[in-house]
């Protein structure tokens, strides 16, 4: 079967004659790459649009933090593993996000890569095509949306059932007769009952509804993650305060100014993490209304 055949099978390229479909492959390059290589991060942004036509990739979400999570708990990253033919970060390549994964050849690969300003330029001098291309890439969208949800609305109640049962188990374990194991069982539900709160549960600012920090200093830091008990700032503790069991500072968002204080939880790679005093109940309004605002740029509407 020729790559022609193939693309035909696939979503993205249904309702393509088999014609125009050659003049759309003629338009790219072929690439190859060793195994082990890694193709692209999270926060990268993508440059050309690309096919795998030979060999395996592993497609791996990044690992989940825990705040606060006890030392036992490891929650693995997700993999997936690609194989030909199939469009690999195609949604990152056609709307200029950033990538949220990681793409690494698990084998020698082939790939089929044409230029993002090259795709776009083609579809243009090619409407039909650009036309049917984008109507299918409306309705991968779409699909997508729609099974997150489902699974979104899943989690939610399978979180709130969780929640509920490990409130009775403690309330169990206070009552019963004190043992060696009724310690250490009671604080591992008390610090999970914790962290399943909804003020744990971050959102990533974007672009178009920023949100940074500013300190006594007048500097501003961007905010890489908020929530109403954590909020994550990008460079280095020594940056944001002198004494890491203290910090005090103003998040700036879109038309608000929020107060907030806490202390440093951790430091990291991606930032510094700072575990948030309880706001009082005006800025918690108002911080409870940015982070839903942010939420709602994840649906299409």
Do not use: C
Request: charged share 25%.
């Amino acid at each position: 079967m020729s790559i022609v055949q193939d693309l035909r099978s696939l979503p993205l390229f249904q309702g393509i004659s088999e014609a125009r479909l050659e003049q759309l492959v003629a338009t790219f390059q072929t690439v190859t790459h060793k195994a082990g290589t890694v193709l692209f991060r999270p926060g990268e942004t993508a440059t050309h649009f690309e096919l795998l036509a030979k060999g395996e990739v592993s497609i791996e979400e990044p690992r989940a933090e825990q705040p606060q999570a006890p030392a036992s708990v490891d929650v693995p990253p997700v993999r997936f593993a690609l194989r030909p033919l199939a469009p690999l970060g195609e949604l990152g390549a056609l709307t200029g996000l950033p990538r949220s994964t990681t793409a690494t050849a698990t084998t020698d690969v082939e790939l089929l890569s044409v230029k993002v300003g090259d795709l776009i330029g083609f579809f243009e001098a090619n409407g039909d095509i650009g036309f049917a291309f984008y109507k299918n890439l409306l309705g991968l969208v779409s699909d997508k949306v729609r099974r997150d949800r489902s699974r979104i609305e899943d989690m939610r109640t399978n979180i709130v059932r969780t929640q509920k049962a490990m409130k009775q188990l403690r309330e169990v374990v206070l009552a019963a007769a004190e043992t060696e194991i009724s310690k250490p069982v009671f604080d591992t539900l008390d610090t999970l009952i914790d962290n399943n709160r909804r003020a744990n549960y971050r959102v990533s600012p974007t672009a178009s509804y920023p949100a940074h920090v500013r300190l006594d200093d007048g500097r501003v830091i961007p905010v890489l993650e908020v929530s109403e008990g954590h909020v994550k700032v990008a460079g280095r503790t020594q940056d944001l305060t002198a004494d890491p069991t203290f910090w005090a500072g103003v998040l700036v968002v879109p038309a608000s100014e929020i107060l907030l204080s806490g202390s440093v939880l951790r430091e990291g790679e991606g930032g510094v993490v700072v575990k948030l005093d309880k706001p009082i109940e005006e800025y918690k309004v108002k911080l409870d209304d940015y982070t839903t605002r942010v939420q709602l740029l994840d649906f299409v509407v």
